[in-house]
């Protein structure tokens, strides 16, 4: 399946590294319990692992304040580490994806540390963006903008002076109008590709440029073009990008992070000469309905056919409620502003729908992303001590907003309490974010084995798949079905077909055709509610 573009149909699983496995006992995931569980992840089925970042940082924002971009955090490991871990995975058939953070860097980068001490108007502070406040002593900010992650995008330094943070102030944005800053992580791309990445993920794509005019603006009606989001010059960054990743005789992908609610935006930066695939937002905040996710499809493949790039399908990431627990719920849906959760679930239906939802997702063109922990059914999980939370999204909103701790608890491995295996037995410190006792029943060894068990679905799901010629990018046809009922073909005879029950009543199966996997028990010759199958004829 996977070739000189192995991109437009690879199954990519994200690892969070603090969450994966802990292999020194401090309670953090690192790179050594990911070279000791690459077995587990070669046998699930995937072709691909995409890193969260793992670089040099003071983790006031898990890692998405990078102080060295060249540089392995010690408490995920060493160089030496992050180079054998790719050499192991390459090994495996396994291909690797590292997170790169280009709109901002960690305020102990030595870069912006120069700028705090040559002060205003020096050449260090044009790396940033630095400018003096307003009011009589210019105690105000510069402008209106306000932090994604909630309160100000400024903060003031000591000589009076503010710099832009578009999310907490441990991350000042970088000034891409900057020539340096440009050389500096087309550097960068280098750097990692020389070591054996096979792709780079791009963390907030579209927010690298800003209008230098810093104008305040209505967030309820913003200008066009905006201010920061989306400016037609990010692009030229990303052409540049493209010519440095085929520049390599194996192919090296690109994939953006672009959260835009316009598709047609989307597609811009999937142009032949930049990125080669963009996280599929509008799928994963889709709710549990089967006209909203045909339109949802419809309109992605319509997108990405001008321009030539596969879709990208996703249920879950670190960044947002995990989907057993979203379809769990009334309300399914999920925008892209994070929200107070805590409605009630039912996780039995979480699970179901979840459990269809894949089956959904692996049979549709393109390549799939899967967030660590969904292949066990983890829910998100929501009664986390408020003196235990680390994401800054809590504390910068007093608690209103509940962040995103929720989905990156650790990962259950083994044995009946916490740890549940992800540390080393006998290791005395704790998760760095507390597993709930319910997990006993989710970890991999539980579910290994059991025919009825989630793993066991993923595990012959991605076989499936991995078998099927038709699955992956290539041809698809909507066939006509009941209502609230999705049916469609994959490849040119239509030989393989996905039939998703997402009405309140059991349904009849396609006459023709042998069922060859279903995420659950058919009722007779009826497809159950909330249940996917697989077919061929």
């Known amino acids: 399946m996977l070739d000189q573009q192995w991109w437009r149909s690879a199954v990519i699983y994200q690892i969070y590294p603090r969450s994966f496995a802990d292999s020194n006992g401090d309670g953090i995931g690192d790179l050594g319990g990911v ?45 030496a580490e992050a180079e054998e871990l790719i050499h192991q995975a390459h090994g495996l058939g396994l291909r690797v994806i590292v997170d790169v953070v280009p709109n901002h860097c960690s305020n102990a980068h030595p870069w912006f540390v120069e700028a705090l001490h040559s002060g205003p108007g020096s050449t260090a502070r044009e790396l940033f963006w630095f400018r003096p406040g307003r009011g009589p002593a210019g105690e105000l900010p510069p402008n209106d903008w306000q932090s994604i992650f909630g309160g100000p995008a ?116 999937l142009r032949a000469d930049e990125l080669h695939t963009a996280f599929n937002f509008a799928f994963l905040g889709c709710p549990w309905d089967a006209a909203a996710l045909r339109a949802t499809v419809d309109q992605t493949l319509a997108v990405h056919a001008p321009v030539g790039a596969a879709a990208t399908w996703v249920l879950s990431n670190h960044d947002v409620p995990r989907h057993v627990t979203r379809y769990g719920r009334a309300d399914t849906s999920f ?24 089956l959904l997702t692996l049979a549709l063109p393109g390549s799939v992303y899967l967030y660590q922990g969904e292949e066990l059914g983890l829910e998100e999980v929501e009664d986390i001590p408020d003196g235990l939370r680390h994401d800054p999204m809590f504390f910068r909103t007093g608690g209103a907003n509940l962040g995103r701790d929720g989905c990156r608890v650790p ?67 909507w066939l006509s079905g009941p209502d609230q009922v999705l049916v469609f073909s ?22 023709t055709g042998t069922v060859i996997l279903t995420s ?15 077919l061929t004829r």
């Open 520 to 534: 659950g028990r058919l009722d007779g010759d009826l497809l159950p509610p909330d249940t996917a199958a697989w």
């Open 490 to 511: 994959r490849g040119a005879e239509e030989r393989f077909a996905c039939v998703v029950n997402l009405s309140d009543r059991p349904v009849e199966l396609p006459g």
């Open 154 to 269: 400024w903060t003031r330094v000591e000589d009076g002076e503010w710099y832009l943070h578009l999310f907490a102030p441990e991350q000042p944005d970088l000034n891409w109008s900057n020539a340096k800053v440009r050389e500096e992580f087309e550097d960068v791309l280098r750097f990692w590709f020389d070591r054996g990445a096979d792709g780079i993920r791009v963390d907030s794509a579209a927010l690298l440029m800003k209008d230098g005019a810093l104008a305040d603006f209505d967030p309820a009606d913003p200008p066009v073009p905006h201010p920061y989001l989306d400016r037609d010059e990010v692009h030229e960054v990303y052409r540049s990008w493209r010519a440095i990743a085929d520049s390599y005789p194996q192919p090296r992908a690109l994939i953006g992070e672009v959260w835009l609610p316009d598709a047609e935006r989307v597609a811009a930066y």
């Open 335 to 358: 925008s892209l502003e994070y929200r107070q959760l805590g409605a009630p679930t039912d996780r039995a239906l979480g699970l179901r729908r979840a459990r269809a939802a894949l």
């Open 35 to 79: 070279r000791a569980h690459l077995d587990y992840l070669a046998d699930l089925g995937v072709d691909a692992l995409w890193f969260n970042p793992w670089y040099a940082s003071p983790q006031a924002d898990a890692g998405y304040d990078v102080s060295d971009y060249r540089a392995i955090d010690p408490v995920f490991g060493t160089l």
């Open 411 to 477: 990962m259950p491995w083994s044995g009946t309490e916490p740890p549940f295996g992800f540390s080393p037995p006998g290791t005395s410190a704790p998760p760095w974010l507390p597993q709930p006792p319910a997990w006993r029943d989710r970890t991999v060894e539980a579910q290994s084995g059991d025919p009825d068990s989630m793993l066991e679905l993923y595990r012959r799901a991605l076989r499936c798949r991995r078998a099927r010629p038709e699955l992956g990018d290539g041809p698809f046809s």
